[in-house]
């Protein structure tokens, strides 16, 4: 089984692209992340036309997460995060599918910082840890899939002497990744990869990709049981270097059946 999740950066700008994916990679499930498109707007016709049914919370402007399963419609069992009635942003959405609950989150990039940003980002990151925790006592099998807007680690950053006081490498958020994964995750990149260079992102701006100045800010977090299946992690680099493509590479996980 293959569990991906992709930062798509514009499903209706980049349709083509993501559709080209699909074909070539075939997830079992696929998370994608800012949509930048309103409900009404997401192309089902077309993604059920390529053999997926999906879920999605859409958003006009820079939100809206999805699911998506490969021969099935993943079935909806949570759509926002419960602790703040003020936040209206589409940032995650939960499905069950395959007889695993699948969370797809796209977490606040907090910029600039310190700032109302970035104290609503760990406002943020506080409530999806809430969620996670009741995840892993309830005992499914759960993956959190999504783009997480973090680097946790010196590793997964280029330079990290010139991000120290981003809002996607500051103690704050990397204590805060740290915090939950300690709850009982398993980074599945990291795991596979542990001492690995390996990067998800690549800026748009003075050729970060030929460079290969990249960030790992895309992750896929499993519960135990989850995590005793894995028997594969990487990214779809190569994806990120055609025309027109997203500013993150599709990252997937293979589980033993």
């Known amino acids: 089984m293959r569990i991906a999740t992709f930062n798509v950066n514009g499903i209706n700008g980049r349709l083509p692209q993501l559709l080209e994916w699909l074909a070539e990679t075939q997830p079992d499930v696929a998370c994608l992340q800012e949509l930048k498109a309103p409900q009404e707007r997401f192309p089902l016709s077309e993604i ?3 053999g997926y049914g999906a879920i999605w919370h859409g958003q006009k402007g820079w939100n809206g997460v999805a699911i998506l399963a490969r021969g099935s419609t993943p079935i909806e069992t949570h759509r ?3 602790g703040d009635p003020e936040d209206v942003q589409s940032r995650y959405i939960e ?4 007889g695993l609950i699948v969370g797809c989150l796209y977490l606040p990039n907090g910029n600039p910082a310190p700032g109302p940003k970035f104290d609503f980002k760990l406002r943020w990151f506080e409530r999806f840890s809430e969620r996670a925790a009741g995840l892993l006592k309830s005992g499914h099998p759960v ?16 330079k990290p002497e010139r991000w120290l006081d981003d809002a996607l490498f500051r103690p704050e958020v990397r204590a ?3 915090a939950l994964v300690d709850q009982g995750w398993a ?3 990291r795991q596979m990869h542990p001492g690995e260079r390996i990067y998800t992102f690549w800026d748009y701006f003075r050729n970060a990709y030929g460079r290969d100045a990249g960030l790992r800010i895309d992750h896929l977090l499993l519960s135990p049981t989850i ?4 028997v594969a992690a990487d990214v779809d680099r190569e994806f990120r270097g055609r025309e027109k493509a997203s500013d993150h590479a599709p990252t997937w996980i293979e589980l033993r059946d």
């Open 48 to 50: 059920e036309a390529a």
């Open 80 to 82: 926002g995060l419960p």
């Open 95 to 98: 499905a069950a599918v395959d």
């Open 143 to 158: 993956v959190l899939a999504g783009d997480y807007n973090v680097m946790p680690t010196d590793l997964d950053v280029y």
């Open 176 to 178: 805060a990744y740290k």
């Open 187 to 189: 980074d599945a990149l």
């Open 227 to 230: 995590a005793k299946r894995l």
